[in-house]
């Protein structure tokens, strides 16, 4: 069956500074009004960026969000910059609990339900990343390390009126390291991602009743593969971090979609 709506969600990482960043917001904000009504675009760039990427972006259909953001609203917190904050500089959506987050910077599953509420509280969309590590696929801990994410970040979640929750499937394994392809040369083949993908809303259906996830993916995801994740039912959407930082390879993977 046709999807009504497909994601197809820029993470820019760091990988953009502003002038880059306002570049590439000009030249999507030109691409975008052809775009077809079921493609559901959003950026994520550094916080520095968002201001100017919105304002860029204001006219098109093209969203943006944040890549990370602190549980408080304000105080005391060198570093940090708010959920409200993010809202009030024009973002619709953010990333919460991004592998590189959890894993570089050591965020915890309680941190990462924090910052849901947050998100929530400040009238963003959550954007809530799982995944599994090579260790933990190797130690056939995949679907125990992706409901353990789910439990904590979910539990008792108050969605205000949000009907649907977006959650971005991401094996760590296969994310890339920035080169365009990742180190270890593995990919998550679209098989065993629509599995992992079915498994997630399983899940999330048992723990928020009357909530529909939508379900991303994410982890080297390149114009040549694109096409192949977004026909399984059940992937439905992209999200996407080095291929998307460039004009070229984010429309192929655009075109790929339709
Ligand atoms: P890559 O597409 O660079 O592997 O990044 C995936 C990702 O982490 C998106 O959030």
Redesign the pocket.
């Known amino acids: 069956m046709a999807k009504t709506n497909i994601y197809l969600f820029a ?1 820019w ?1 760091m990988y953009l500074d502003l002038a880059e960043s306002e570049k590439l917001a000009k030249e999507l904000a030109k691409f975008s009004k052809k775009l077809p009504k079921k493609i559901k675009m959003a950026v994520f760039p550094t916080a520095l960026s968002t201001i100017v990427v919105v304002k860029n972006l204001k006219n098109s259909v093209v969203g943006v969000g944040a890549q990370n953001v602190y549980f408080e609203d304000k105080g005391g917190f060198t570093g940090e910059v708010s959920a409200l904050m993010h809202k009030y500089a024009g973002a619709k959506y953010a ?1 919460v609990g ?3 987050r959890r894993h570089l910077f050591h965020e915890t599953n309680h941190e990462v339900k924090m910052k849901m509420e947050a998100v929530l509280n400040a009238g963003l969309m959550p954007v809530l ?1 799982v995944g599994e590590t090579a260790k933990e696929r190797e130690d056939r801990k995949t679907e125990e390390t992706i409901e353990i994410q789910l439990r904590s970040a979910l539990h008792e979640l108050n969605l205000n009126k949000t009907k649907k929750l977006i959650i ?1 499937y ?1 094996p760590v394994w ?3 390291k ?1 080169t365009g392809v ?1 180190d270890a040369g593995k990919h998550c083949d679209s098989a065993e991602a629509e599995r992992l993908h079915q498994f997630i809303k399983n899940t999330v259906r048992q723990l928020l009743k009357g909530i529909e996830p939508i379900v991303l993916f ?4 390149r114009p040549n593969t694109a096409k192949e994740y977004l026909q399984k039912p059940n992937i439905d959407g992209v ?6 930082t460039h004009l070229d390879s984010w429309k192929d993977i655009v075109h790929n979609a339709r």
């Open positions: 993470n990482k990333l991004h592998s590189e990343c971005a991401e296969a994310i890339s920035g990742n994410g982890g080297s995801v999200l996407v971090g080095a291929a998307s």
